[in-house]
T-cell receptor, first 112, second 113 residues
Framework: DAGVTQSPTHLIKTRGQQVTLRCSPKSGHDTVSWYQQALGQGPQFIFQ???????QRGNFPDRFSGHQFPNYSSELNVNALLLGDSALYLC???????????FGPGTRLLVL | QKEVEQDPGPLSVPEGAIVSLNCTYS??????FMWYRQYSRKGPELLMY????GNKEDGRFTAQVDKSSKYISLFIRDSQPSDSATYLCAMSDPDTGRRALTFGSGTRLQVQP
């Protein structure tokens, strides 16, 4: 049973560029959430997708957007990258009626 | 003030010790409580999940929730060097549609052989 997978594992971008991160949920899961984890901090919720729609959003600017596909996989897009966007981006999957979320290994983004 | 407070550590203990990790929270609406373990440069791994006040045991791990005090704990018995990691508490409030997890900042644990 494959767990949550994310790609790429690492990414280096420069300020002002755009980035797309990808996530495949655990088999059978239909809900995907994205989190940003800065160094030494706990993950911060960005948004959650269910049935291809954004169901809930955290306190992140519109530069952060996402998408969920019919096979439940998801993308996170960040436009106009800032140095402060450097972080580990985590994808978590769950079943819509359950609270437990299972995390992928993350994508480490460095913005120079 | 953060909604979830967690001592960042580091906490250093000898192998075989009992470890106590704690979080306090301010939002009484939180109902689901989780503990995650995160090894360096990896994603968080779910360890324990509880809903009600009281204790829940799973092998060497015991999760404790005291909703009246807004305080949760994770106990690790017979700690091993492989337990060295950052431990994150997380909680959610699904009844108001708030399905996002709110995390503490994590406690770094080091178990010395």
């Amino acid at each position: 049973d494959a767990g949550v997978t994310q790609s790429p594992t690492h990414l280096i971008k420069t300020r002002g560029q755009q980035v797309t991160l990808r996530c495949s949920p655990k088999s059978g899961h239909d809900t995907v959430s994205w989190y940003q984890q800065a160094l030494g901090q706990g993950p911060q919720f960005i948004f959650q997708y269910y049935e291809e729609e954004e169901r809930q959003r955290g306190n992140f600017p519109d530069r952060f957007s996402g998408h969920q596909f019919p096979n439940y996989s998801s993308e996170l897009n960040v436009n106009a990258l800032l140095l402060g966007d450097s972080a580990l981006y985590l994808c978590a999957s769950s079943l819509t009626d359950q609270e437990t979320q299972y995390f992928g290994p993350g994508t480490r983004l460095l913005v120079l | 003030q953060k909604e979830v407070e967690q001592d960042p550590g580091p906490l250093s203990v000898p192998e075989g010790a009992i470890v106590s990790l704690n979080c306090t929270y301010s939002n009484s609406a939180f109902q689901y409580f989780m503990w995650y373990r995160q090894y360096s440069r990896k994603g968080p791994e779910l360890l324990m999940y509880t809903y009600s006040s009281g204790n829940k045991e799973d092998g060497r791990f015991t999760a404790q929730v005291d909703k009246s005090s807004k305080y949760i704990s994770l106990f690790i018995r017979d700690s091993q060097p492989s337990d060295s990691a950052t431990y994150l508490c997380a909680m959610s409030d699904p009844d108001t549609g708030r399905r996002a997890l709110t995390f503490g900042s994590g406690t770094r644990l080091q178990v010395q052989p």
